[in-house]
């Protein structure tokens, strides 16, 4: 059981950047099933593998290429803003 102190250390820990990525993530990204036990990672290695890009505005990109559409239940949405971020990266090279 996760006691309220455990939950407060764990978010002392996360960058301010991360913060607004889960922010962003659970508020501002329509249809997207924030969890916040599996987001949490999946930020913290988006920041880390991509840490030369700016994450959020990839994300913004991605939401905005599909004009605001809410993620549908059958797709993976984890997976699709690493594989758009990861492809933006190659990109850059």
């Not at 939401?63 to 971020?85: E, G, T, V």
């Amino acid at each position: 059981m996760t006691t309220a102190a455990q939950i407060l250390a764990e978010q002392l820990v996360l960058s301010p950047k991360a913060h607004e990525l889960l922010d962003y993530l659970e508020h501002d990204l329509t249809g997207y099933p924030f969890d916040p036990k599996v987001d949490r990672p999946f930020v913290e290695e988006l920041l880390n593998d991509f840490s030369h890009l700016d994450v959020l505005e990839e994300i913004k990109i991605l939401r905005w290429y599909h004009d605001n559409q809410p993620f549908r239940k059958h797709q993976h949405p984890r997976a699709s803003l690493r594989r758009w971020i990861g492809r933006s990266r190659r990109q850059q090279r």
